[in-house]
């Protein structure tokens, strides 16, 4: 008989509320179930006696508190977790057996944790790092675990030297700094002397490091695996997850000063979206070679420091997740959650990527001793959905509760039951890859073209983005103390592009190379750019309307509605909570104050007109919060009076609208303003445009401004 459960968007949730509790019990108890008379005094010999042995109500209390924390992972311990569900587009019969990949009306739940890699689990959100994208698809063939990262590419070729790279990131062993930073001696030590870490080393220092938000970030599976059709063919395939809201990043600055503001702004961020309906969405794509193909590129398709080009392999677009519902508890699902890539169904397979074959013992390794023995998949996040039948039995945390005398196979007492299944049962059959060759520790040579693909992303970058990635240069190794390997390190950069190499050194103060290395040619990837996504839409951005008492209420209100329609949250910033009036005697209820918020929390300002101006531009914090704005390229709007707190600001370059005209709104490089007797419509269509466009990089003068 066919155990298959059928699966859909809510069997999840209706399976983890078998294990949720109430939390409006009426009555406390002991976890024996005897209800508790008293909770706030231990059992004492006399009032100011020895607390009591026999007071198992504290002891149990106390012991269950001492045991509370479990080893947080070693790396990619600060996570945020949420549920939903995936849809895929059309039937992909052809390519795979998978169930999950067939029906376009079924919804597999998924469960996705995203994080940072190099920080422990009370560092802040912001760092300069690699994202962790995982995704477990609770399917009716058992779970699947797509464990990625938001850059396509990874530090090393194998995965024995995975304990190296972590060694030689984490804070340094004689004093443990810094936290949550590669910007020390021993990782760049580490770096100048693997050459094959380069071509990561750029999109760890690009914006690709600094996310706006989870919901803009980009997911990728890294390794190389298979997918296998019904009729047993084989190809190899990359996976890709594409935010829908684009690609986008904050700058260096802003993430600095957020990781002191709001350590936890990528959380809160994921949060809050999904609280408010603005659910997270991410297209499905795939990139498959056919198994003939495997050699007929210029770098080897097993390397996980390379990626496909999409130019030779393009990507196709099968499927859409939406993240639709907040974890009930953080740690009993985010923090319990075990991934794993060894956890595969039928139709999708392994290949011999030497770094993937790593992990594959790594990842359940680690889950051992995180989570307490062998049966950390009987944890209710990590349970699947299909019927789980097998032979193993006891450990820590048993908690099924098995039946019948046989625990073996084969078996005559239980008719031989559970018993394998064939593959037209649904049974898991290993793709039957022709293997032979010597014992040996070695690598294809086309593993060691270290440079080609770096080159290639460094000439795929806009000006703006090859700029931040010099800067980026300068803040990590200008925290590096030994010279040499400071140097090493722009003798490395060296082989990518001369030119970059030589602004390397002049920044860190050690000496060119020797020789100046070739120019990085001319060969692009135009896709990874972050100037070729999404920038057509306002929906979940933040826009701070900065007010004080004699605002315009009328203009406020148009323009707010006007910015919620389109999907935006506006929020009144003003000097304090509580209400501010208008002009006209009217009151609009502020949302946050000077002290407890910044820019760097939104992505948009809007100063409005009314008298309210004249007291805003005497206003050091309302100063500096269009300076701060302005220097990291975000767009500002100003209508009438508003104008002239601008004026007042030390925004450089900009051409205004005068404040008392009727004239067009006017946009220059993100700065969109419009006088009073101006058309408001016109400023808001002109205000979200700029708005999509996220960032304004051409202000060729915001560095002069002080922020």
Excluded at 76 to 86: D, I, L, N, Q, W
Excluded at 367 to 379: A, C, D, S
Excluded at 534 to 563: C, F, P, W
Aim: hydrophobic share 35%; proline share 5%; net charge negative.
């Amino acid at each position: 008989m066919d155990q298959k459960r059928k699966v859909d968007e809510k069997s999840k949730q209706e399976q983890l509320d078998e294990f949720r509790q109430d939390p409006e019990q009426e009555f406390l108890t002991t976890n024996q179930g005897v209800r508790v008379s008293h909770t706030d005094d231990s059992l004492k010999a006399g009032e100011r006696g020895p607390t009591l042995l026999e007071d198992f109500h504290f002891r149990e209390k106390l012991t269950h508190f001492d045991h509370e924390r479990i080893p947080e992972r070693v790396v990619h311990a600060r996570g945020s977790g949420a549920h939903g569900y995936f849809q895929v587009y059309e039937p992909m019969t052809e390519y795979t057996r998978a169930a999950f990949l067939q029906d376009p009306a079924k919804k597999t739940p998924v469960f996705v944790r995203f994080s940072t890699v190099v920080g422990f689990r009370g560092s802040a959100d912001t760092v300069r790092d690699v994202r962790g994208f995982a995704t477990k698809f609770y399917t009716e063939e058992g779970n699947y675990d797509l464990v990625g990262n938001n850059m396509p590419v990874f530090f090393i070729v194998d995965a024995i030297k995975f304990p190296d790279l972590v060694h030689a990131i984490k804070p340094e062993q004689h004093h443990q700094m810094p936290q949550a930073s590669a910007a020390h001696d021993t990782f760049w030590d580490f770096v100048g002397n693997l050459p094959e870490i380069t071509h990561m080393i750029m999109w760890v220092l690009s914006d690709r490091a600094l996310p706006r938000s989870y919901r803009m970030m980009e997911g990728f599976g890294v390794n190389t695996f298979r997918f296998v059709n019904a009729e047993g063919k084989a190809r190899f395939v990359k996976f890709h997850w594409r935010p829908l809201l684009g690609v986008h990043s904050l700058v260096w600055d802003e993430t600095q000063k957020i990781a002191g503001k709001d350590p936890d702004f990528n959380r809160r961020d994921l949060w809050e979206a999904i609280e408010m309906g603005d659910y997270p969405e991410f297209e499905f794509g795939v990139q498959l070679i056919e198994e003939a193909d495997e050699h007929n590129f210029d770098f080897d398709i097993l390397d996980a420091t390379k990626i496909w080009p999409e130019e030779e392999v393009p990507i196709r677009w099968i499927g859409k997740m939406t993240l639709n519902k907040n974890p009930d508890n953080f740690f009993a699902e985010t923090e319990q959650v075990a991934f794993c890539p060894a956890n595969v169904v039928p139709g999708i397979d392994l290949s011999n990527d030497p770094l993937l074959q790593g992990r594959l013992f790594s990842y359940l390794d680690t889950q051992l001793i995180r989570l307490g023995g062998p049966n950390f998949q009987e944890i209710p996040i990590n349970r699947t959905l299909a019927p789980a039948a097998n032979n193993q039995r006891e450990g820590y945390n048993r908690m099924t509760i098995n039946m019948g005398e046989s625990s073996y196979f084969p078996n005559a007492l239980g008719g031989n039951k559970p018993r394998p299944a064939t593959a037209k049962e649904g049974g898991f059959v290993h793709y039957q890859e022709k293997i032979e060759g010597k014992k040996i520790r070695a690598r294809s040579e086309k593993f060691n073209d270290h440079f080609s693909q770096a080159k290639l992303f460094w000439n795929s970058m806009s000006d703006a983005e090859k700029e931040h990635i010099v800067k980026a240069f300068h803040f990590e190794l200008g925290k590096v103390s030994d010279s040499g390997a400071r140097k090493r390190v722009v003798d490395l950069i060296n082989n990518v592009d001369g030119d970059l190499a030589i602004r390397i050194a002049e920044g860190i103060g050690v000496p060119p190379p020797a020789e100046k290395g070739a120019s990085s040619g001319t060969k692009k990837s135009p896709n990874l750019s972050q100037e070729r996504t999404v920038m057509d839409t306002v929906r979940s951005r933040k826009v701070a309307i900065l007010a004080m008492e004699g605002y315009n209420h009328d203009e406020v209100m148009q323009v707010k509605q006007a910015l919620k329609d389109a999907g935006a949250h506006p929020q009144i910033v003003s000097q304090f909570h509580g209400t501010v009036k208008s002009a006209d005697g009217k009151e609009m209820e502020v949302d946050k104050s000077y002290v407890t918020t910044t820019s760097v929390v939104y992505d948009a300002v809007y100063i409005p007109g009314g008298r309210h101006a004249e007291t805003l531009k005497n206003q050091g914090y309302a100063i500096h919060f269009i300076n701060e704005a302005f220097k990291h390229c975000k767009p500002i709007g100003a209508m009438g009076e508003g104008i002239e707190h601008l004026k007042a600001s030390d925004i450089k370059g900009v051409a205004f609208a005068d404040a008392g005209s009727g004239e067009e709104a006017v946009s220059e490089m993100g700065v969109v303003t419009c006088g009073s007797r101006g058309d408001v419509n016109s400023f808001v269509e002109q205000f979200k445009t700029a708005i999509g466009r996220h960032r304004h990089w051409d202000r060729e003068k915001k560095e002069q401004v002080p922020a």
